[in-house]
């Protein structure tokens, strides 16, 4: 079964209140027993990541811990993924 692997686009400037988080979209989001986690892509595998999440903005969510500026996070199909799957990036 093929998964297909998205990437959030280009990075966006975040308020000077907010510096150093992160926003990522809510597709990208896991929830399980209430703890948030995203899938990030890192050399052709995907490794689940725990996150703290901050507030929420439209469609985003704000990540306050787990995440660090310009890594890559999965933003569609990541409910299918398991961690230390490998992916194949398709844009």
Same mark, same amino acid.
């Given at each position: 079964?093929?998964?297909?692997?998205?990437?959030?686009?280009?990075?966006?400037?975040?308020?000077?209140?907010?510096?150093?988080?992160?926003?990522? =979209?809510?597709?990208?989001? %896991?929830e399980?027993? *209430? $703890?948030?986690?995203?899938?990030?892509?890192?050399?052709g /595998? &995907?490794? @689940?990541?725990?996150?703290?999440?901050?507030?929420?903005?439209?469609?985003?969510?704000?990540?306050?811990?787990?995440? =660090?500026?310009?890594?890559? %996070?999965?933003?569609? *199909? $990541?409910?299918?993924?398991?961690?230390?799957?490998?992916? /194949? &990036?398709? @844009?």
């Open positions: 079964m093929g998964v297909k692997v998205t990437f959030l686009g280009e990075e966006r400037s975040v308020p000077t209140e907010a510096a150093g988080r992160v926003l990522v =979209s809510r597709a990208a989001l %896991v399980e027993g *209430g $703890a948030a986690a995203v899938f990030v892509h890192r050399e /595998r &995907v490794e @689940r990541r725990a996150v703290r999440l901050g507030q929420a903005r439209g469609n985003e969510h704000e990540v306050v811990a787990g995440l =660090s500026d310009g890594e890559q %996070v999965v933003t569609t *199909g $990541a409910k299918q993924l398991r961690d230390g799957q490998s992916v /194949r &990036v398709k @844009r």
